[in-house]
């Protein structure tokens, strides 16, 4: 990087006669020079080379936070606090570009206690997982503010509050939109050259003000240009800055040739310039980006607030009965049932039982905290040691799930090509329309000089990415509503492009293509005493396991009593033991019954105070179109079955399933992460669908992973899409619609590249005339965005 010895090397401002010098770098205050020595000590130099002279004059006064040292107001202002360990949310304004995200995701390299940080530019926020103990909140402040990024927080952040609402974007689409309405009315008498027309002396006041009409045009454009259009001229200048082409350099390059051609033409009296087209550009880009803008909030409205997860939880009633109820219609005073492995939905005190809650979902930390009764828990911890029932103190908050959901602990950079490719197609095309505009105005220097500049000017104006950069946005946005609507909630938009390109299915048995609402059983070996089957429908109670939410439905009904000790073996069985006595319900190897005669069936086996006594078996009954949705899989990808159950149902898979399903029994959690590995070692690109339990290590290494939601409490931040059960039959249609969406955004790149070839062809030639420009640039905005519109509405139609 070339260094400008007349301006800071940290914030770039004028040094004037205060310069310091240190380490051969010019800096116009102390503070800009700690801020450096601290990044060059911490080895975070390479904050210089994102982007030169990136940093703001650090300005902090350390007594301004001394409200942070209040206990109560602390843990008014954290998402989370727990032991020693706390999250927050902090909005600093000055993030601004590529090295402030990196420098604040960084944070941990200045001091270790910051756990973890992930910025979210849109927002202008960073969440901050720190350990209290060793960084108290006004601590981490104060060393935010001396690296330049003071975080903007006041004691009005306690109270809840209306967040403001950013109405900038509508007066600048306003503007515009007043603007080009003038500047067209303006423009109307050139267009069927009117003014030129003196036989009749009809139209002769329009020759004798043609003039000042041009002006007028020009004065209208000023506004449009410099406050409507400002954040395209921004975004490229600081995408230049840090040496990268986006999407938004050729937009503001063709823009502001749009403006100097019109300007130049108007004081020449060349011509009426291009105003119209100019107007009508910004115009129809801040409209794509307001219909953009109300399309995503509307996403977020129905993803926080109209139970965007199918996540049911177990409540209560003062009577002592349980029902099912959906998690938003959880209100504070509830009491809930958070069996073994299920999420905690919102702030909570324990009532009853021992919790083990990981809060690795809010904080990345794997190690589980020790609960007792009387002891609060907080939103996104999972109980992992039996049952416990807890009254909420705080009301759910859907879109803190959708936080938990999108962390991005459990997101393995599931990468999408679509976000990517339109990065690139900027670039790429930015490179593609400076060589023909440079080669075209060679031409025509050698053809005929005087239409050089003209020539040159045009391929600029004409070649507009702007209907390439909505096509992406517009298409997955759409189909994320639209999945939603029909019962597949998605992450993101980029799993539905991950979606189109697999080629290799895998499913879980038990809970995925097996139904437990019509699951029957029956019971083999010695009867159960009153005491044993009591203790053995309280075990079952605590487990989340599909099993054994059948086989406690089905029990009749006994006193709840408290489980001392409860565990859970993954893929092998649970054990619990109370004052009645210890219970183990499992496989049969687990419950100590290795000879047992039900090897090729689905039992439930179980042993009583270390003495073995039966078994459930169970019949399994398949979800309705498991037969149709993997005929239809078959045909375009290879399938697979890996279940943790015995062989039993095998000859009954292969009779319903197509002949080359594969099928893997007595597979461990772990088993089934290593069997994707491999496939995807082989090129696949592979999706698992599951029930989000025992399948969490799998659904997070699948490219694509599913889980099933039937009337249990499924989430996952492992999983990268939550299917209703009910819509099971539906899969494939789901995975057709999403290659269709890709389809359709390739499509709209070709539509896209239809308009440039045209207006390039009269641009090139020297043809390019006003009304060509009015008519071209604007309808390939217009049509793109229908075109994606119509095209992603149809194909949620086809979905039913």
Not at 270 to 292: A, E, R, V, Y
Not at 469 to 475: D, G, S
Not at 704 to 724: K, R
């Amino acid at each position: 990087m070339e260094m400008n010895t007349d301006h800071c090397y940290h914030c770039g401002t004028p040094c004037d006669k205060t310069t310091i010098e240190f380490d051969g770098k010019p800096f116009c205050c102390q503070g800009c020079k700690t801020v450096y020595e601290i990044l060059s000590e911490n080895d975070l130099s390479y904050y210089y080379d994102l982007q030169g002279q990136a940093g703001a004059t650090p300005k902090i006064n350390e007594g301004k936070y001394d409200f942070l040292g209040s206990p109560e107001i602390v843990e008014q202002l954290v998402e989370f606090s727990d032991g020693n360990v706390q999250v927050v949310n902090l909005f600093v304004p000055h993030i601004h570009c590529s090295s402030c995200i990196w420098v604040l995701e960084n944070l941990n390299k200045l001091n270790p206690a910051v756990k973890a940080s992930q910025v979210d530019f849109p927002k202008k926020t960073v969440r901050i997982t720190y350990n209290a103990s060793e960084l108290p909140l006004k601590n981490l402040v104060l060393l935010m503010g001396r690296i330049g990024y003071e975080p903007n927080i006041s004691l009005a952040d306690i109270e809840p509050k209306k967040k403001p609402v950013n109405r900038s974007l509508i007066y600048k689409l306003g503007i515009a939109g007043f603007a080009f309405g003038n500047v067209m009315f303006l423009s109307f008498p050139e267009y069927f050259d009117l003014s030129s027309n003196r036989e009749s002396g009809g139209e002769f006041w329009l020759n004798e003000y043609q003039n000042l009409f041009r002006w007028l045009m020009f004065l209208f454009s000023l506004p449009v240009m410099l406050y409507s259009g400002r954040d395209y001229f921004v975004s490229a200048f600081k995408g230049l800055r840090s040496k990268m082409l986006n999407i938004d350099v050729p937009i503001a390059l063709g823009i502001l040739t749009l403006f100097l051609r019109s300007t130049v033409d108007i004081i020449f009296d060349w011509g009426p310039g291009f105003f119209d087209s100019l107007t009508g550009l910004i115009f129809f880009l801040l409209l794509g980006k307001f219909f953009q803008q109300k399309t995503y909030s509307f996403l977020s409205f129905e993803r926080d607030y109209k139970s965007y997860f199918p996540i049911a939880v177990t409540r209560i009633l003062p009577d002592g009965r349980e029902e099912v109820a959906q998690v938003y219609e959880v209100k504070r005073g509830d009491r809930l049932l958070i069996r073994n492995e299920e999420l905690i939905p919102a702030d909570a005190v324990i009532v009853k039982g021992n919790g083990h809650i990981d809060y690795s979902f809010v904080t990345g930390e794997a190690e589980p905290v020790l609960r007792q009764n009387g002891d609060k828990v907080f939103a996104g911890g999972k109980q992992l040691n039996g049952a416990i029932e807890i009254e909420i103190t705080k009301p759910v908050s859907q879109s803190y799930l959708t936080q938990l959901w999108g962390n991005s602990v459990f997101d393995e950079e599931k990468t999408t090509r679509f976000q990517t490719l339109t990065d690139s197609i900027g670039k790429r095309f930015t490179v593609a329309v400076l060589s023909i505009a440079f080669v075209a105005a060679a031409f025509w220097l050698y053809y005929d000089s005087k239409n050089a500049l003209n020539v040159f000017t045009a391929v600029l104006i004409i070649a507009c990415p702007c209907a390439i950069a909505l096509a992406a946005p517009f298409t997955l946005g759409n189909m994320l509503r639209i999945f939603g609507r029909k019962k597949f909630y998605l992450k993101n938009a980029g799993v539905i492009e991950r979606l189109a390109q697999i080629d290799m299915a895998i499913f879980d048995k038990t809970g995925t293509i097996t139904t437990s609402s019509t699951t029957t059983a029956f019971y083999e070996g010695m009867p159960l005493t009153e005491a044993e089957e009591s203790v053995l429908k309280n075990t079952l109670r605590s487990s989340n396991h599909p099993l054994s939410r059948a086989l406690y439905d089905m029990l009749s009904e006994h006193n709840i009593v408290t489980i001392d000790d409860f565990t859970e073996h993954t893929g092998q069985g649970i054990e619990a033991s109370t004052e009645l006595g210890n219970i183990k319900v499992g496989s049969a190897e687990f419950t100590g019954n290795g000879a047992s005669a039900r090897d090729d069936s689905t039992a439930v086996h179980i042993s009583a105070n270390d003495a073995y006594k039966g078994c459930y078996v169970f019949r399994n009954e398949y979800r309705d179109g498991i037969v149709e949705v993997f005929e239809e899989l078959s045909h375009k990808m290879k399938l697979a079955i890996l279940s943790g159950d015995n062989s039993g149902e095998k000859q009954r898979l292969q009779e319903l399933l197509p002949i080359s399903t594969l099928l893997y029994f007595d597979q461990k959690p772990i088993d089934k992460l290593h069997f994707i590995k491999r496939a995807q070692g082989e090129g696949h690109k592979v999706m698992m669908v599951g029930d989000g339990l025992n399948d969490a290590g799998a659904l997070a290494q699948a490219d694509v992973g599913i889980a099933i939601s039937e009337d249990i409490n499924v989430f996952s931040p492992a999983c990268d899409a939550i299917l209703d059960a009910s819509k099971f039959k539906e899969l494939f249609a789901y995975i057709k619609a999403s290659k269709r969406a890709v389809g359709i955004i390739k499509l709209s790149f070709f539509l896209s590249l239809f308009y440039n070839v045209i207006g390039l062809f009269f641009a090139v030639t020297g043809q390019l005339e006003p009304v060509i420009a009015a008519i071209l640039m604007p309808l390939s905005s217009i049509s793109v965005v229908a075109f994606t519109t119509v095209a992603t509405n149809l194909i949620g139609r086809k979905l039913g």
